[in-house]
């Protein structure tokens, strides 16, 4: 078989630290691919514009698969004062290329697995019936849908009277702020829609029965935001109903949820709901596998085959500027081994995964996150690991 071809996306800060480290792992493991480099991030932004340049869009629509690193994003205010002189006044507007990514591929899958790593010391830990600590063993898959809801990007300040007009047709709208003077307002949408909504609560139910798991949750507010999250929790049930009998529909509020991922994390298997409320659980239950060091993501659109795969942590420009990188590059190689999934690699995946647990599991090479120091520059003298030095672990334990 020919040779896959990888579309690399840096981004900024640490995103080519991990990127690079995740590559070396990658060929180690025996993964034949050719890269190409696509241009994104904040320094295309300051320079062009632009942070998702055209040529980056056309690169990932000719090879289909991105392996992403991390990109910066800042307010308005800031991003248009960090333009090139020559920009400032086109009327630009910065906006997230991650986003751009999602919306202008249609990449309204994400899946942001949560599984807990056997010795790993960030794992999460709670006092038993007798008074004894212990570690439940976490392994969620949360489906969120990637397009729409908050994160759609629909929403103005001082809105167009036309929209102003619009909104007072609603009632609510006219009793509560009806009377706010219109420069004073400033509004986002919620927008839902029956066909992506069933293709993520599909995808969730596909994969809670391949892998087994007895239970798919929709994690909203229905109680409240009556009409997407009630639209969503009733295609559920009828789903279900109808294709997946032999799989459990759980319900829960997310503010509920919050509450009781640290009760019992244990009992639930895939978990599925809107951008903004999906993007804040995965947050939660990476937090108890050891936080944004170890979570990764994967956001890919079925009738395409184009994915994206990455880790969910920031930029952390701080820490792109240390001579030695001290960030944790597991994240970033368990995104490469989402994306070793997506192309049908997963013997090379298998791999990966089996040589991070022992790492992690032997204890004896851990960053500083892992060893719960605080992430200045001089941690190796406290034992902390380097992000090559985990990187190197990893691939000594590839068989």
């Known amino acids: 078989m020919p040779k896959p071809t990888i579309v690399t996306l840096p981004g900024d800060g640490i995103g080519p630290i991990v990127l690079e480290e995740t590559l070396r792992v990658l060929e180690a493991a025996g993964f034949k691919a050719n890269y190409v480099e696509g241009d994104i991030g904040w320094e295309f932004w300051k320079r062009e514009g632009d942070p998702l340049p055209q040529r980056t869009l056309d690169l990932i629509a000719e090879h289909k ?46 899946l942001r697995p949560c599984h807990s790593y ?19 063993s976490v392994d969620v898959a949360i489906f969120r849908q990637n397009t729409e809801g908050l994160y759609g990007g629909v929403e103005w300040s001082n809105p167009p009277e036309h929209v102003h007009d619009a909104f007072m047709t609603h009632p609510k709208f006219r009793q509560n702020f009806g009377k706010t003077p219109i420069d004073e307002l400033s509004i986002s949408t919620r927008i839902f829609t029956k066909k992506a909504t069933e293709r993520i609560l599909r995808a969730a139910f596909e994969h809670a029965r391949r892998y087994e798991y007895k239970s798919v949750t929709v994690c909203e507010k229905p109680n409240v935001i009556r009409e997407t999250s009630g639209m969503m929790y009733k295609m559920a049930q009828e789903i279900q109903k109808a294709d997946f009998p032999d799989i459990e529909l759980w319900n829960t509020n997310i503010d509920a949820q919050m509450m009781w991922l640290t009760k019992n994390p244990e009992n639930y298997g895939v978990i599925v709901a809107g951008n903004m409320f999906g993007d804040i659980v995965s947050d939660g239950f990476a937090g108890l596998i050891g936080g944004l060091g170890f979570a990764a993501s994967a956001q890919y659109n079925p009738d395409t085959g184009i994915g994206v795969f990455e880790p969910t942590h920031g930029s952390a420009p701080r820490y792109a500027s240390y001579e030695t990188s001290i960030v944790n590059p597991i994240a970033m190689i368990e995104a490469a081994c989402m994306m070793l999934d997506f192309i049908d690699e997963q013997t090379i995946a298998l791999n990966i995964r089996k040589a991070v647990a022992e790492v992690i599991d032997e204890g004896q090479i851990r960053t500083y996150d892992m060893a719960r120091l605080p992430g200045t520059s001089d941690v190796f003298h406290k034992g ?12 000594a334990k590839l068989t």
């Open 65 to 110: 698969i991105g392996l992403f690193g991390a990109i910066t994003s800042k307010p308005k205010d800031e991003s248009l004062e960090e333009l090139a002189p020559e920009l400032k006044s086109a009327g630009l507007v910065y906006s997230s290329p991650i986003v751009g990514l999602r919306q202008h591929f249609g990449l309204d899958i994400c």
């Open 384 to 395: 902390a690991a380097s992000t090559k030095q985990m990187a190197d672990a990893i691939i």
């Open 118 to 136: 056997l010795g790993n010391p960030l794992n999460f830990v709670r006092r038993g019936p007798d008074g004894n600590l212990e570690e439940p």
